[in-house]
Nanobody
Framework: QVQLVESGGGLVQAGESLRLSCTASGSIFSNKVMGWYRQAPGKQRELVANIGSGGTVNYGDAVKGRFTISRDNAKRTLYLQMNSLKPEDTAVYYC?????WGQGTQVTVSS
């Protein structure tokens, strides 16, 4: 079973940046697709981005051109660089791999 721990969330103003991290333990990391999802109050959880073992990436339409997903297999860590943040990016951000989920990290963007 994999354990995932997110970090890096916080409160920022619109236009600023944040970088989220997700550290995995307890399973093979490098050959698994990993992803970031987010859930805002009253809304369904939605895909932010995912990345395959070979580096293939996929982004949700709302974040294309602003967010970048990456992974460091040696450090067993997944990253999400978030630039040009908007108030509508406010949500709890979750890391996922092979059906497991982290506890989430809150991102709040003020206008």
């Amino acid at each position: 079973q994999v354990q995932l721990v997110e970090s890096g969330g916080g409160l920022v103003q619109a236009g600023e940046s944040l970088r989220l991290s997700c550290t995995a333990s307890g399973s093979i990391f490098s050959n698994k697709v990993m992803g970031w999802y987010r859930q805002a109050p009253g809304k369904q959880r939605e895909l932010v981005a995912n990345i395959g073992s070979g580096g293939t990436v996929n982004y949700g339409d709302a974040v294309k051109g602003r967010f970048t997903i990456s992974r460091d297999n040696a450090k067993r860590t997944l990253y999400l660089q978030m630039n040009s943040l908007k108030p509508e990016d406010t949500a709890v951000y979750y890391c996922t791999q092979a059906g497991s989920w982290g506890q989430g990290t809150q991102v709040t963007v003020s206008s």
